[in-house]
């Protein structure tokens, strides 16, 4: 385990269903990242939370809903997905944004939509 | 702009066999630069860094690279290969100034293949 944890670790939802995504960690990071990663494609950088106030939003569609109750908690609500919206969706924490020393990455969701 | 040109999309090396996956950035500023290894459905662990210290970065698992300023380039080598090893690998670009949203530039992976 990294120390930052995610689950599920595997969700199958039909494109009208509501579920969530959860991740924790417990390093005493400021910063939270949700990453999507698909086949073929680089990392895309979805949303950054620093000192729980979001940053950044890169152009994610609104079906995606983020959520940071504290920094040790980062959720991302999901409604009405898309069949492309099948991913790999890493949730990673830093000391605080944009780190130098890099992220510390849970193991992922990985997301089928049907 | 900072930019990330891993060089192979695929290697394929013979257990007990030297490892070299190659990396190409470019970063307006003195980066800080990455290695980052994904097992299969598991997340991205961090193999090693640099960060402006000692140019021969030392990381787990048997690991090191080294970062080249007059090439730009910081290739990832292992003495021998083991079957645990094989995995996606990506190497990742910070510039020094920060930059970005998050400031993390990703390569697109190289995949390294290890035959018995």
């Known amino acids: 385990e990294t120390g930052v944890t995610q689950t599920p670790r595997h969700l199958v939802m039909g494109m009208t269903n509501k579920k969530s995504l959860k991740c924790e960690q417990h390093l005493g990071h400021n910063a939270m990242y949700w990453y999507k990663q698909s086949a073929k494609k680089p990392l895309e950088l979805m949303f950054v939370?620093?000192?729980?106030?979001?940053?950044e939003n890169n152009s994610v569609p609104s079906r995606f809903s983020p959520e940071c109750p504290n920094s040790s908690h980062l959720f991302l609500h999901l409604h009405t997905l898309q069949p492309e919206d099948s991913a790999l969706y890493l949730c990673?924490?830093?000391?605080?944004?944009?780190?130098?020393?890099?992220?510390?990455f849970g193991s992922g969701t990985r997301l089928t939509v049907v | 702009a900072q930019s990330v040109t891993q060089l192979d999309s695929h290697v394929s090396v013979s257990e007990g066999t030297p490892v070299l996956l190659r990396c190409n950035y470019s970063s307006s500023y003195s980066p800080s630069l990455f290695w980052y290894v994904q097992h299969p459905n598991k997340g991205l662990q961090l193999l090693l860094k640099?960060?402006?210290?000692?140019?021969l970065v030392k990381g787990i698992n048997g690991f090191e690279a080294e970062f080249k300023k007059s090439e730009t380039s910081f290739h990832l080598t292992k003495p021998s290969a083991h079957m645990s090893d094989a995995a996606e690998y990506f190497c990742?670009?910070?510039?020094?100034?920060?930059?970005?949203?998050?400031?993390?530039?990703f390569g697109k992976g190289t995949h390294l293949i290890i035959q018995p």
């Open positions: 990673a924490s830093s000391q605080e944004q944009g780190s130098p020393y890099g992220y510390t």
């Open positions: 939370y620093n000192f729980k106030e979001q940053t």
């Open positions: 640099y960060t402006s210290a000692a140019t």
């Open positions: 990742v670009v910070r510039p020094g100034g920060g930059g970005g949203a998050d400031g993390l530039t």
